[in-house]
């Protein structure tokens, strides 16, 4: 089954203690993006990456870093989270078309976390 | 700077009222523009693409149309199985991708 898988699902953890939200497909796609959701402000993204160790900066990069060693894995690090970093996330994954256009993202189940 | 805005925030229908949403856009470069919907407590849903003004969509009781400022939803005939929260998203030319905040559709049997 084409899918997005994200761990964990669920995280509660304290100001400053590092944390890897990891985010793998299995459908070899190209483009995967992080994003966070929160109330009133929709989805805005983090961090995207075009293929393997291609990464750039989306809409609200501040306090986040990631990586894009294999294919498949797009791990989301907080190497020193803050309360207004709670928030719920997600990965999404799509494939690149030959015109070089994006197509439909596949979405994860999300991540919801709370700094406290 | 690139903007998505959706309106109206929130729309309540009887089952059968048809009615349309919007999306309006200001970037540089439009490449695509992404309809989605999500459940409470889901990941989006994709539904459409559409990548140059004059493009239409069509799914079911869904129809996507994109011009050169905006794309409108719109949704024919409605059941409560549509009730959820539509989005919209552009990717400009950098390949980043913004959302609207989105469309909270309920519908009333």
């Known amino acids: 089954e084409a899918q997005v898988t994200q761990n964990p699902r669920y995280l509660i953890t304290v100001t400053g203690k590092k944390l890897t939200v990891t985010c793998s497909q299995n459908m070899n796609h190209e483009y995967m993006s992080w994003y966070r959701q929160d109330p009133g402000l929709g989805l805005r993204q983090i961090y995207y990456s075009m293929n393997v160790e291609v990464t750039d900066k989306g809409d609200v990069p501040e306090g986040y870093k990631v990586s894009r060693k294999e294919k498949r894995n797009f791990p989301l690090i907080l190497e020193s989270p803050s309360p207004n970093q709670t928030s719920l996330y997600f990965c999404?994954?799509?494939?690149?078309?030959?015109?070089?256009?994006?197509?439909?993202?596949?979405f994860g189940p999300g991540t919801r976390l709370t700094v406290t | 700077e690139d903007q998505v805005t959706q309106s109206p925030e929130a729309l309540r229908l009887q089952e059968g009222e048809s009615s349309s949403l919007n999306c309006s856009y200001t970037?540089?470069?439009?490449?695509?523009l992404f309809w989605y919907r999500q459940d409470p407590g889901k990941g989006p849903e994709f539904l459409f693409t559409?990548?140059?003004a004059g493009e239409e969509k069509e799914k079911e009781r869904l129809k996507a149309t994109l011009t050169k400022k905006e794309s409108f939803l719109h949704i024919t005939a409605p059941k409560p199985e549509d009730s959820a929260t539509y989005l919209c998203?552009?990717?400009?030319?950098?390949?980043?991708?913004?959302f609207g905040a989105g469309t909270r559709l309920t519908v009333k049997p």
């Open positions: 970037v540089s470069g439009l490449r695509g």
């Open positions: 999404a994954s799509s494939l690149i078309l030959k015109t070089g256009l994006t197509y439909e993202q596949y």
């Open positions: 998203a552009v990717q400009a030319q950098m390949n980043d991708m913004r």
């Open positions: 559409l990548y140059s």
